[in-house]
């Protein structure tokens, strides 16, 4: 929405969002809603709009069949944006997912979960975990699920992947550990999952953050903005996997994790803190870490075309398609 200055501010989290008195919220910086694509002009991957329950939809992308039954791997993916903007039908994204699905010839269910303020957290959680049950439902015989044909043509689901950016990653860590505690539909397994520049927060400052920048950062304030009644606050485990309370690492539900991590990123030093902390939890799996040098915060989204930008995509597709 345009902004209204006669309206009085109750929060403002620029240049993010801003929540009105009267309750209405505006966005600032989302990019515009796209349409899915009978045929992308730049990937020739196909892409379709479905609501897997009334409050939960999807963006799902298919990219060129080399044969009519083909199987493929499937990556259930969450977009970022601190939970507050963003959306599976935006530009953004669909330029980005288009590309990811066309590099690791995958199938790619994008997660349109609900948003903060008028869905806090842990709704987003929620809604995530739902669209991957829904998605290892394909497996099962039960009656009265309504399955959607691109799965239960061309789905390997001996391949299912999850992953996601920023937040995304977030969600992602957090599935993660759901899925080690509670068994999906079929008995589906997460074979990998990738956390891209994912954001993790806390209040103790870690390698060269400082007590006052982790504080006035726009990553406390938007954790705090998205889930105000969280346990613990910004030290609630969901976004600071470090503290002394929380699910030990070891009880991620993959065999094997990618996380990527640029060099000019706010969220590096934490990132690079969750490979190692994964490392030493006696996690029974693969881990690897990418940092790209001289970039910021999910610069792979936003500027796609360029050579390092193209280099990580490749790097994610070849994980997916592993």
């Known amino acids: 929405m345009a902004s209204d200055t006669n309206k009085e501010v109750l929060i403002d989290l620029s240049p993010v969002i801003k929540l009105y008195k009267d309750g209405t919220v505006e966005r600032l910086i989302d990019s515009p809603y796209v349409p899915p694509s009978p045929d992308d002009a730049a ?17 799902l992308y298919l990219p060129t069949l080399t044969e009519p ?4 791997p499937v990556l259930v993916y969450y977009h970022g944006g601190g939970f507050c903007i963003g959306s599976a039908f935006n530009s953004l994204e ?23 303020p008028q869905h806090p ?10 669209g991957l049950q829904w998605v290892s439902s394909h ?10 044909p691109w799965l239960t043509e061309h789905s390997d689901f001996s391949k299912i992947y999850i992953g996601g950016d920023s937040a995304g990653g977030n969600i992602v860590h957090n599935i993660l550990l759901r899925a080690g505690a509670e068994p999906l539909p079929g008995d589906v397994k997460i074979v990998g999952a990738f956390l891209s520049h994912p954001y993790f927060w806390g209040s103790k400052p870690i390698g060269s953050e400082t007590k006052e920048e982790i504080e006035q950062n726009v990553a406390c304030k938007m954790w705090l903005f998205a889930y105000p009644s969280a346990p613990g606050g910004i030290d609630n485990a969901m976004i600071n996997p470090f503290v002394e309370d929380a699910p030990s690492l070891s009880g991620l539900g993959c065999s094997r994790l990618l996380v990527c991590v640029a060099e000019k990123d706010p969220f590096r030093s934490r990132g690079v803190l969750y490979v190692e ?17 001289g970039e910021d915060h999910c610069f792979h989204m936003f500027n796609p075309e360029t050579e390092k930008a193209k280099d990580l995509i490749k ?5 997916i398609s592993y």
């Open 315 to 319: 790097r994610l597709a070849s994980f």
């Open 94 to 116: 669909k330029r980005y997912i288009s590309m990811l699905a066309a590099e690791a010839k995958a199938l790619i269910v994008s997660v349109e979960y609900r948003l903060a």
């Open 139 to 148: 497996v099962t015989e039960k009656p009265g699920i309504e399955k959607e």
């Open 277 to 293: 902390t994964v490392k030493k939890s006696g996690w029974n799996g693969e881990v690897e870490m990418v940092e790209v040098e």
């Open 69 to 72: 039954k083909q199987k493929l």
């Open 43 to 59: 990937t020739g991957v196909v892409s379709k709009d479905l609501n897997i329950t009334p409050v939960v939809q999807a963006r």
């Open 121 to 130: 957290l842990p709704i987003a959680y929620e809604d995530s975990w739902t």
